[in-house]
């Protein structure tokens, strides 16, 4: 088996989900409460979820990449968008287009 790709990050990490079409990793810290979403291929953090009270030792996206949820020791589990504009329940971006029907 051979590496396929090495990041230096400047915190812990207990988990990682990757998500290969979007070109993103989702990082869950410990200690820390934070969900941190970085680009894979720059290293960039794009942003920060925040939101546990405890580390986050899961993340698993949903089949379609357009969720991942977040498991912490606190007890809880979360749900957080990752695509642009509507998705279900929640609303688009601060830049997204919005009709009335």
Known sequence: MDEVKRMELKYTIASVGLDLKGRKLIVGQEPGTWARVI??????ELDTHKGHHGPIW???????GKLYATGSEDGTIKMWKNCEGFYGLWRGGANAERTVD
Request: glycine residues 8%.
């Open 39 to 44: 680009d894979y291929d720059s290293g960039e």
């Open 58 to 64: 899961s993340v698993a996206f949903s089949p379609d």
